[in-house]
């Protein structure tokens, strides 16, 4: 059985979400990401770092390297893509 893919727009919706949460114009103070298995949901800034590797979307705090800040130490999330069932800017 061949492992399901997810389809691109949904990445494409994510990617979309974090832009606009990254323009001062629209406000958005977070983005909320819903994971199967999970009560509450997960948020995150716009000055989070975010990267989608295959079938995973992977999160850092804060930026990496930008202005002398390395977060070489900081936590690091990573999600399947397949467990994410939701995403909403606040």
Known sequence: ???RSLSRSFV????QQINSLRDLDYNYRGLQLWV?????PWQFAAADEFE??????IVRDGPTGE????NADVPE???RLDAIVASQLV
Not at 12 to 15: A, F, N, V
Not at 36 to 40: E, L, S
Not at 52 to 57: A, I, K, Q, Y
Not at 67 to 70: L, S, T
């Open 1 to 3: 059985m061949r492992p």
């Open 12 to 15: 494409e919706q994510i990617e």
């Open 36 to 40: 199967a298995g999970v009560c509450d």
């Open 52 to 57: 989608f590797h295959d079938d995973v979307l």
């Open 67 to 70: 202005e002398g800040h390395d």
């Open 77 to 79: 999330y990573v999600f």
